[in-house]
Nanobody
Framework: VQLVESGGGLVQPGESLTLSCAAS????????LGWFRQAPGKEREGVAC???????HYSDSVKGRFTISRDNAKNTVYLQMNSLKPDDTALYYC????????????????WGQGTQVAVSS
């Protein structure tokens, strides 16, 4: 199982970024996928998760600004991030879990290496 995140970078407040996570080595369609983030000195937070049946969950801090989606044909999960704020600065990870697990880190089994997002003026 391999997960490779991309798309991070440095942006100004209010701007947008799209993160991608390319997966390989497992039956992508049958698993839930999640985006998590961890800022220095803080616990890893579940940002957005999508089940195998495409139901989604968002943390309150990103609801209405971030959108998670998956393309099973490309084995890729995306995180569209709009109206970015300095508080969104963190290392963002994608992860694989069961088909319909909660959006908490303990429920996810495989993790990528992360992509850094920094929001600053």
């Amino acid at each position: 199982v391999q997960l490779v995140e991309s798309g991070g970078g440095l942006v100004q407040p209010g701007e947008s970024l799209t993160l991608s996570c390319a997966a390989s080595g497992f039956g992508f369609d049958f698993y839930g996928l999640g985006w998590f983030r961890q800022a220095p000195g803080k616990e890893r937070e579940g940002v957005a998760c999508i089940s195998s049946s495409n139901s989604t969950h968002y943390s309150d801090s990103v609801k209405g600004r971030f959108t998670i989606s998956r393309d099973n044909a490309k084995n890729t999960v995306y995180l569209q991030m709009n109206s970015l704020k300095p508080d969104d600065t963190a290392l963002y990870y994608c992860a694989i879990g069961g088909p319909d697990v909660a959006c908490v880190a303990d429920e996810y089994d495989y993790w990528g290496q992360g992509t850094q997002v920094a929001v600053s003026s």
